[in-house]
């Protein structure tokens, strides 16, 4: 039996994802009140979803790949329950909570689309964002998605031909953006949310994790490199629109440009002993907000609605923001300790493959 696989850094990434939606929620009144780079990056702050999706293909596929040269075969029954267990009790958990308290007469919901992950479907039939609370449930309906079929084909297919699946799902996705493009009018919402629009994001995920899994990534460039890195992506992020659909380009094409250095990041932060990312991915907090961020995904819109609804907030913007991310970090952080955990504690038992410290 391998090793524990762990990767340091990765709970780090995905705080600062989840962070960046937090934010970027928090932060609609400034998008409507200026016309500046900074209304910009914030409206482009959705990107960390991309980088969620991306981060979720390549841990996921790189664990099956790991079962599958460790055992001969892929789990199904164990990864079933492991995916129930990390995703369904939070997930169900949101579900219920706005459903007893959250609901507006004016947003009709269709609740049974919910409870099996058909919402992203359910919002693009009806072309329009439901209850806030649900909204951030779209991404993790691509995911369990996603997660339908591929532990079937991992096993299935033999290793060496793996990167003919991956690509071939990058190409249909491309191939299916055109599509969208060419027939359906109003289409933001099937380019931004339909599962197979955004599944060549996991897919560019299993190549990373299929390129580490044959040759071990190993980095080290000068910090320089990052910096400039990071300063070309801040300026991307000020000055072009990744959610602008309206070309053929824009809607099959263009999140690649953002696609590259969340690429990037993700392979040099974590394959790269720079000592600067060092100091993050040994940092306890980062640690422990990364531990906690599927909390912090879901639960901030509904802490912002909530807070929104107060009416001496809504003249007190400058107040709002850090509640909103006081609150949300708190809620995440005690949903963690009192309740995901217990699950979590059961996930452990159907692990072939431990992750971890």
């Known amino acids: 039996m391998p090793k524990k696989v762990y990767f340091k850094g990765l709970n780090a990434?995905?705080?600062?994802?989840?962070?960046?939606?937090l934010i970027f929620h928090s932060?609609?009144?400034?998008?409507?009140?200026?016309?500046t780079p900074f209304k910009m990056f914030l409206h482009n702050l959705p990107?960390?979803?991309?980088?969620?999706?991306?981060?979720?293909?390549?841990?996921?596929?790189?664990?099956l790949l790991v079962e599958k040269e460790a055992s001969g075969k892929i789990h199904l029954k164990d990864f079933y329950i492991r995916r129930?267990?990390?995703?369904f009790p939070l997930y169900y958990l949101i579900i219920l909570i706005s459903f007893l308290f959250l609901q507006k007469q004016q947003t009709p919901v269709a609740w049974d689309k919910f409870l099996y992950f058909w919402g992203n479907f359910e919002m693009i039939k009806q072309n329009a964002w439901t209850l806030a609370s649900l909204n951030p449930l779209w991404s993790i309906s691509i995911e369990e998605h996603f997660y339908l079929f591929i532990p079937f084909l991992?096993?299935?297919?033999p290793v060496k031909y793996l990167k003919y699946l991956f690509w071939t799902i990058i190409l249909f996705s491309i191939g299916y953006r055109f599509y969208i493009t060419k027939t359906v009018p109003n289409n933001w919402m099937h380019i931004y949310m339909h599962t197979l629009s955004q599944m060549d994001l996991l897919a560019i995920g299993g190549l990373l994790a299929l390129q580490h899994f044959n040759q071990p990534l190993k980095f080290h460039l000068p910090t320089f490199i990052y910096v400039l890195v990071g300063l070309g992506f801040i300026l991307l992020m000020t000055i072009v629109d990744s959610k602008d659909y309206t070309t053929l380009y824009n809607a099959t094409l263009?999140?690649?440009?953002?696609?590259?250095?969340?690429?990037?990041?993700l392979l040099f932060f974590i394959f790269d002993d720079n000592p600067v990312f060092s100091w993050v991915k040994q940092n306890h907090w980062f640690n422990y907000l990364g531990k906690i961020s599927y909390g912090i995904y879901l639960y901030n819109a509904m802490v912002i609605d909530l807070l929104a609804r107060l009416p001496w907030l809504q003249a007190h913007y400058w107040i709002k923001l850090p509640l909103d991310i006081i609150i949300t970090l708190a809620l995440a952080s005690l949903s963690f300790e009192l309740y995901e955990k217990q699950?979590?504690?059961?996930?452990?038992?159907?692990?072939?493959?431990?992750?971890?410290r």
């Open 84 to 87: 129930f267990l990390r995703i």
């Open 27 to 35: 932060s609609q009144w400034y998008h409507y009140k200026f016309d």
């Open 343 to 356: 699950f979590l504690k059961l996930k452990n038992k159907f692990q072939i493959i431990k992750t971890g």
């Open 254 to 265: 263009k999140k690649y440009v953002f696609s590259i250095p969340l690429i990037f990041l």
């Open 47 to 63: 990107v960390a979803v991309d980088f969620f999706f991306i981060l979720s293909g390549f841990l996921i596929i790189y664990l």
């Open 154 to 157: 991992v096993g299935l297919i």
């Open 13 to 21: 990434l995905r705080f600062i994802a989840a962070f960046a939606v």
